[in-house]
Nanobody
């Protein structure tokens, strides 16, 4: 069992910045990938950013150059630094941890953090 607790969401003006945090606890061994998904009502879920156990990072085109995913292994925490925020970034952001069991992935989810970008 893995628990993911998110923090750092909020309301920000266009051009502003926020940093989301995702603290992992429980059975955190052999987590292959951490990521941040985002979803607005009526829209598809999008993987905004991810980082693997080998530190490979990937970003959606819509956030590339503005968002940075990072991790602090000592704190078992993953971050999403969001700069130059745009109204289109408004969504609920979900922290995701993925474990490869040898035959399938198991996903764990944070509770979601609302990010609202508006003037």
């Amino acid at each position: 069992q893995v628990q993911l607790v998110e923090s750092g969401g909020g309301f920000v003006q266009p051009g502003g910045s926020l940093r989301l945090s995702c603290a992992a606890s429980g059975n955190i061994l052999n987590i292959n990938r951490m990521g941040w998904y985002r979803q607005a009502p009526g829209k598809q879920r999008e993987l905004a950013a991810s980082i693997t156990s080998t530190n490979y990072t990937n970003y959606a085109d819509s956030v590339k150059g503005r968002f940075t995913i990072s991790r602090d292994n000592a704190k078992n925490t993953v971050y999403l630094q969001m700069n130059s925020l745009e109204p289109g970034d408004t969504a609920v952001y979900y922290c995701n941890a993925r474990r490869w069991t040898g035959y399938a992935f198991i996903d764990y989810w944070g509770q979601g953090a609302q990010v609202s970008v508006s003037s």
